[in-house]
């Protein structure tokens, strides 16, 4: 297995058909059966289901493709690194993240960076919180925003000040939309649309004082716009971050909760991590402040 025949499979999922394929990527459709039928010897299991004039990915196929986008953005991510200039402060930062205020103190820093002569572009690699961690873990970025309990033994972490509060999101029309602020009492009883991480890490479940298996849990998200269109449909209310949906001139208003959920996301990255300079820059700024 090398570079060339991962990137020739991305393009067969991406095109599911191997003539198509090989069209785009521009060898003979003989050759490029010869490396899916080579990969598939090597790993001694199908990775195609051959259907007429298509093909899809088995489930094998699907991890491969999952695991050969990680290895040439890592490749890729590698080459930039191996090719930046050193010598002077320019250069990306990968920066993992789901939806938080915090994204926006990070680029407080970085224009910080930039307005001292450094040269930075912050990229941001979007997903939900799990996605963050494995990026993070993975080596796909340098950095990664994350809620949640952190894995010391594998990760450092700084905590940022600034807290995002949870908020209930719900129809202007609904029974509860009357009330100022609302209580575990209120919502026991409601169809709900809760945020994933804060599932797994039971902070839900110690505010509601109860096991969530035994809520009405209609739905769950990792991004915030995905909660908005789920209360849009009527699939239920949603706990979320009051600051991060964008509710005004809507249908929809935004209630707080009491007692108070406040989270703070954490910047994370691996242990014994080599940075590149602009990378290692911004994080010693963002530690010494």
């Known amino acids: 297995m090398d570079l060339q025949q991962l990137q020739n499979f991305l393009i067969i999922a991406q095109e599911e058909n191997i003539t198509h394929a090989a069209e785009y990527l521009h060898i003979s459709q003989p050759a490029l059966s010869r490396q899916v039928k080579a990969l598939e010897a090597e790993f001694g299991k199908p990775l195609l289901n051959r259907e007429n004039k298509r093909v899809t990915l088995t489930n094998d196929g699907l991890l491969l493709r999952r695991r050969a986008t990680e290895i040439i953005k890592l490749v890729n991510k590698t080459n930039h690194e191996m090719l930046t200039d050193h010598t002077t402060l320019a250069g990306d930062v990968l920066l993992g993240v789901s939806e938080t205020d915090a994204i926006r103190d990070v680029g407080h820093y970085v224009h910080q960076l930039n307005q001292r002569g450094a040269q930075l572009t912050l ?7 799990e996605a963050v961690l494995n990026m993070v873990n993975n080596g796909l970025v340098d950095l990664g925003l994350y809620f949640g309990k952190i894995d010391h ?4 972490a700084v905590e940022f000040s600034a807290p995002d509060h949870f908020g209930v999101l719900m129809p202007r029309n609904h029974p509860l939309a009357h009330k100022t602020t609302l209580t575990p009492n209120d919502l026991r009883n409601q169809p709900l649309i809760l945020y994933q991480p804060a599932l797994d890490d039971h902070s839900l479940q110690d505010w509601f004082q ?3 298996r035994e809520l009405n849990v209609t739905g769950t998200f990792g991004m915030y716009l995905s909660a908005k269109k789920l209360v849009e449909s009527g699939l239920g209310i949603a706990l979320v971050f009051d600051d991060l949906v964008d509710y005004h001139d809507t249908e929809l208003v935004c209630r707080p909760i009491t007692p108070a959920i406040t989270v703070r996301p954490h910047l994370i990255w691996k242990k014994y991590q080599l940075f590149s300079g602009p990378a290692q820059a911004l994080l010693d700024l963002i530690q010494a402040t």
């Not at 990229?123 to 919180?129: A, E, S, V, Y």
């Not at 033994?153 to 450092?156: S, T």
């Open 123 to 129: 990229k941001l690699r979007n997903g939900d919180n």
């Open 153 to 156: 033994h594998v990760f450092n």
């Open 210 to 212: 109860q096991d969530t």
